[in-house]
């Protein structure tokens, strides 16, 4: 059972505007969400993250949303650009058990920003 | 460059062989994550140390999977008796805290 899912494998859009990336979670003892980008031959690379006791985080261009009654987060990127083309991927962390220093991912999102 | 190493970059071993990765962290980091990603999916939990201590392995770790953390510095994952199954990008990542990590390049694994 997949407890962090990405629905959509793909996003295009065009540069400058508004780029809106999905993820739901299914298990109630995630209390902190991350996202993470990834260029080819490169490992995951932090850009944002939200904990349970906020809506909304946000960093520049980047705004992370939570939902936490739909079990729901996404992220904004406003402007888009094309450098922001990447594989994004959501994670989600039970802090509350200090040993379990994990995090479950989901399967990511390629985003394209087209010139 | 202080960030997360990892070597080798690329692997390539006969079913059979066994083989050794090295991970090591950024220095300050106590928290060591060993993560396994196939094409078209994200990372999956493998194991987890803080300092030297092995804290916590996911079930997909079979027991031809042998990771260490020796002085809590760099780790090493080893993988005995390789199956085709087993080819993947092994991804390491290390953190202070139990929040954001910092993931290494990875070593990619082909098993031929």
């Known amino acids: 059972d997949q407890q962090v899912k990405q629905n959509s494998p793909s996003l295009s859009v065009q540069e400058g505007r508004i780029s809106i990336l999905n993820c739901d979670y299914t298990?109630?003892?995630?209390?902190?969400f991350l996202w993470y980008k990834k260029y080819p031959a490169e490992g995951p690379t932090f850009l944002i993250s939200?904990?349970?006791?906020?809506d909304k985080n946000e960093d520049g261009r980047f705004t992370v949303f939570l939902n936490k009654s739909a079990k729901h987060l996404s992220l904004h990127i406003v402007p888009s650009q094309p450098g922001d083309s990447a594989v994004y991927f959501c994670?989600?962390?039970?802090?509350?058990?200090?040993?379990?220093?994990?995090?479950?991912f989901g399967d990511g999102t390629t985003l394209t920003v087209k010139p | 460059d202080t960030g997360v190493s990892q070597d080798p970059r690329h692997k390539i071993t006969k079913r059979g062989q066994n083989v050794t990765f090295r991970c090591d962290p950024i220095?300050?980091?106590?928290?060591l994550y060993w993560y396994r990603q196939t094409l078209g999916q994200g990372p999956e939990f493998l194991t987890y140390?803080?300092?030297?201590?092995?804290?916590?392995k996911s079930r997909l770790l079979s027991d031809r999977f042998s990771a260490e953390r020796p002085k809590g510095s760099f780790s090493t994952l080893e993988i005995q008796r390789t199956e085709q199954g087993d080819s993947a990008m092994y991804l390491c990542?290390?953190?202070?805290?139990?929040?954001?990590?910092?993931f290494g390049p990875g070593t990619r694994l082909t098993v031929t």
């Open positions: 990542a290390s953190s202070f805290t139990a929040y954001e990590q910092y």
């Open positions: 298990n109630s003892m995630f209390d902190y």
């Open positions: 939200i904990s349970s006791i906020k």
């Open positions: 994670a989600a962390s039970d802090t509350y058990n200090t040993n379990a220093g994990k995090s479950t």
């Open positions: 140390f803080q300092n030297e201590a092995q804290l916590e």
């Open positions: 220095s300050e980091h106590n928290r």
